[in-house]
């Protein structure tokens, strides 16, 4: 049987409520992937749809945008969805931007908004 691809999952604190409505609108289609995301938002997107398994990495100004972006380094992301907040200033900045280097460099599809995420999530297979 083949591994279920993985989507990494991030929202900035005034998205992490726009992200859990898309997981929410999504939540059927989400299950069939492996999801890893921030601590703060795996946690919310858990308490949003609790059919949905999320491996939680600490939370993003902990390190957690350096672990997804270690595990994009290594192969294990298959995807990023990232919603940013361009209004708000952030105070670990450089890691989000680190954060998005690496999906550049590693040619990852990465989705920063919900209408590109949608049209992610509805081209990728689940398996490999």
Do not use: W
């Amino acid at each position: 049987m083949p591994q279920a691809r993985c989507i990494a999952m991030i929202a900035h604190d005034q998205k992490k409520d726009d992200l859990c409505a898309f997981a929410g609108s999504h939540e059927a289609r989400l299950s069939a992937f492996t999801l890893v995301a921030t601590g703060t938002t795996g946690g919310r997107i858990q308490q949003a749809c609790p059919k949905l398994t999320v491996r939680r990495m600490k939370s993003g100004p902990l390190g957690g945008d350096q672990q997804i972006g270690a595990m994009i380094a290594t192969g294990e992301i298959d995807a990023l969805v990232f919603f940013v907040d361009p209004l708000t200033a952030m105070p670990h900045d450089v890691d989000v931007k680190a954060l998005t280097r690496l999906a550049i460099v590693y040619d990852l599809p990465m989705a920063l908004n919900r209408a590109t995420a949608d049209r992610l999530l509805r081209t990728m297979e689940p398996g490999e």
